[in-house]
């Protein structure tokens, strides 16, 4: 609890101002994600923990295990990965293709698209891990290590991305308005001793323009992120110094939504506000980075691509894909 002129609430004696916000309802974009998410890591787990044995066994071992059948590139399940896989890299180029093709590109919003994107781009390493059995020898351990770089940087400019407003008037004019409620709050906050201005005022603590004109694109990025886990731990610090004990364990340490509307409402405009001013700070950084990315990126995916292609070719060529 912080001292001087907050007053703790949750203490028994108090009760929620007002009803909670209503959340938004969950889009079926988001609905798709999440079960997107939820089987890749249940087929994944399921997998690794089923053929640990086989996995971690020597190369000379193998052959004689009961699962080898199984699990190896060509087995009833790593085949069926291998397919899976392939499915999974066709769809990944379905997102930039789109930006060629017109019809294509009316269909949807391009976060939506990319989202799914990125879904599929850090679910193809682990599906074709197993698929390999753990095996990065030759051509196909050069495209796995090139597509996991591809996966990585994938995740980081699906960060730099969201950094980004896509218009800077719309970005100015919401940063006023998140000023106005925050002032708003803030008075109203202090006359009913919830919260202390200064501790709200942290959650809004940045860098100076200065120090990140003078920051290198890598330390701009470093730093970003450290900025972006930095708010959920005062987000949870702020909720602990303002409720009582019992609240603070029903919360897990302040981590989650406290069932104070009026506490969660100031917290959550705070919060928002400490974003949109940290991407406006960041703003050119960010651009160079993503400038930078675009550069990286499409020719680790275009020489996976081709690598993919050439893997795929040869285990048919081979007869290792069965066709009837």
């Known amino acids: ?41 249940a087929l994944v787990l399921t997998i690794a923990v089923y053929g640990f044995s086989y996995y971690t066994a020597g190369a000379t071992d193998r052959p004689f295990s009961e699962k ?65 059995s753990f095996k990065f020898r030759g051509f196909a351990g050069m495209a796995f290590w090139i597509m996991a770089a591809v996966s990585a940087s994938g995740v980081i400019g699906r960060y730099v991305y969201n950094q980004i407003p896509r218009r800077m008037n719309t970005a100015e004019l919401s940063m006023r308005e998140l000023q106005d409620q925050h002032a708003q709050l803030a008075a109203n906050l202090a006359a009913q001793r919830l919260l202390p201005h200064e501790d709200l005022a942290s959650l809004l603590h940045m860098p ?11 330390v701009a990025l470093l730093e970003m992120v450290g900025l972006d886990l930095l708010r959920s731990v005062r987000v949870a610090r702020l909720r602990r110094r303002a409720v009582s004990f019992g609240e603070v364990v029903l919360t897990l340490g302040g981590y989650l939504r406290t069932r104070y509307a009026d506490l969660e409402t100031a917290i959550e405009s705070a919060r928002e506000q400490a974003a949109l001013m940290k991407r406006t700070l960041f703003l050119s950084r960010a651009q160079q980075v993503f400038h930078l990315w675009h550069v990286v990126h499409k020719p680790f995916s275009y020489s996976f691509a081709i690598l993919a292609v050439i893997h795929v070719g040869v285990a048919v060529a081979m007869g290792y894909v069965p066709w009837r």
Not at 104 to 110: E, F, V
Not at 208 to 218: P, Q, Y
């Open 1 to 41: 609890m912080s001292t001087g002129t907050a007053t703790q609430i949750g203490a028994g004696t108090a009760a929620p101002a007002t009803s909670a916000p209503q959340r938004t309802p969950i889009s079926g974009v988001r609905i798709i994600l999440i079960t997107g998410y939820t089987l890749a890591i």
């Open 68 to 132: 080898h059948h199984i699990l190896k590139p060509t087995g009833t399940v790593g085949l069926k990965l291998g397919f899976l896989g392939f499915l999974l890299f066709l769809g990944i180029f379905v997102y930039p293709l789109r930006k060629n093709w017109s019809w294509l590109a009316k269909k949807g919003n391009s976060k939506n698209w990319l989202d799914i994107h990125v879904l599929m781009g850090l679910s193809l390493p682990f599906i074709i891990l197993l698929h390999s």
């Open 208 to 218: 100076s323009k200065e120090r990140v004109a003078r920051m290198n694109m890598v």
